[in-house]
């Protein structure tokens, strides 16, 4: 029985659409792996020309395979506006448009989609547990990303007053306090801007308590908020196995 162009593409059990996935994904990997040669200095212009042939024949495929998805999916607007959609779409515009913009890399988020080709049933329902548990803990997420915001701002403010006089040109404004007070409020502390006043030092150690905060606050709402998702789960999944022994 000959296969359709819809199960070719959307489905992976026959032999045909394995072989159409598993070559989509050997193709993914020969794309990042130019464009990461492509990054390396003083290539000589064969390997250049070499490397844009490769390109070019990654962009063809991929750009009829996108029109193929698009082709046979059920609801084409569904298909144009989902993450794989997206993805494809966009690594492969920049091309024909002459954006300036090199967005290969993003492809690969496509290898996503070898949790579906090899049936990892467990990777699925851990993805679905985990945008669960973010639904479950978004209004905190937003709310601590509010709070977060806003004590950037004000550690910038603050270092601003204390270090603006003893050192002008790192912490010209508070614009240029951004970088000090992201860097410290997220414990990074590159070390290349650093406070040298008393004052300065002493809000420093204020926002490093703060900022310890601030790292540990959304891992402890994600945790919660999983362990919150797997009860569901689990709940759910008991729920269906009673109902099948009262049959």
């Avoid at 690594?91 to 579906?116: E, K, M, N, Q, T």
């Avoid at 270092?159 to 614009?175: D, G, L, R, T």
């Avoid at 410290?184 to 300065?200: A, I, K, R």
């Avoid at 569901?232 to 269906?240: A, N, P, R, S």
């Amino acid at each position: 029985m000959a296969v359709s162009l819809k199960e070719t593409v959307e489905q992976s059990d026959t032999r045909l659409g394995r072989l159409f996935d598993f070559s989509i994904q050997a193709l993914i990997v020969l794309s990042l792996v130019t464009f990461s040669i492509e990054t390396l200095p003083h290539l000589s212009s064969s390997y250049k020309n070499i490397l844009s042939a490769l390109e070019l024949f990654c962009v063809v495929v991929f750009t009829l395979e996108y029109i193929a998805r698009l082709w046979v999916a059920d609801s084409k607007i569904a298909f144009a506006l989902s993450f794989f959609g997206v993805i494809d779409l966009i690594a492969i515009l920049p091309f024909y448009l002459s954006l300036g913009v090199d967005l290969r890399s993003l492809r690969i988020f496509r290898f996503l989609r070898l949790f579906r080709i090899l049936k990892l049933v467990r990777y699925n329902q851990a993805v679905r547990r985990f945008h669960r548990a973010l639904l479950i803990a978004r209004e905190e997420i937003v709310l601590f990303a509010v709070v977060a915001l806003i004590l950037l701002y004000l550690a910038a403010v603050g270092i601003y007053y204390f270090e603006n006089e003893a050192q002008p040109e790192a912490f010209a404004s508070v614009f240029h306090s951004l970088w000090w007070a992201t860097a410290t409020l997220t414990t990074v502390g590159y070390g290349d801007v650093y406070p040298v006043t008393v004052g300065g030092r002493c809000f420093t150690f204020l926002v490093l308590l703060v900022g310890l905060g601030i790292v540990s606050v959304p891992a402890g709402l994600v945790a919660s908020a999983l362990s919150k998702a797997r009860e569901i789960e689990d709940g759910k999944e008991l729920f269906e196995t009673d109902t099948k022994d009262c049959r």
